[in-house]
Nanobody, 114 residues
Framework: QVQLVESGGGSVQAGGSLSLSCTAS????????LAWFRQAPGKERELVAH????????YYIDPVKGRFTISRDNGKNMVYLQMNSLKPEDTAVYYC???????WGQGTQVTVSS
């Protein structure tokens, strides 16, 4: 059974940084593409970034390019999202996800104030 548990959310002023972590446990997780999604109030859940199983190929949506960095440590069953130069529009619940699967974490709130 795959389990995803996020941590590291919080409140920060615009321009600040936060680092999210996700413990991704279960059979075969280290061979799976992992992703971070977010959902802002009143909006649909959207992809933020994903990373291949080796950690060498990443993808970012345009609004976060150059500000966010996704990474993973398969030895520790972890995936990370480093968020810099945060903007109020980054405010959302952030979710860890196994790509193209039904597995989601419970989410962690990120709030950026202006």
């Amino acid at each position: 059974q795959v389990q995803l548990v996020e941590s590291g959310g919080g409140s920060v002023q615009a321009g600040g940084s936060l680092s999210l972590s996700c413990t991704a446990s279960g059979p075969g997780v280290s061979t799976m593409r992992l992703a971070w999604f977010r959902q802002a109030p009143g909006k649909e859940r959207e992809l933020v970034a994903h990373i291949d199983r080796s950690g060498t190929i990443t993808y970012y949506i345009d609004p976060v390019k150059g500000r966010f960095t996704i990474s993973r440590d398969n030895g520790k069953n972890m995936v990370y999202l480093q968020m810099n130069s945060l903007k109020p529009e980054d405010t959302a619940v952030y979710y860890c996800h196994v790509w193209n699967s039904a597995y989601w974490g419970q989410g962690t709130q990120v709030t950026v104030s202006s």
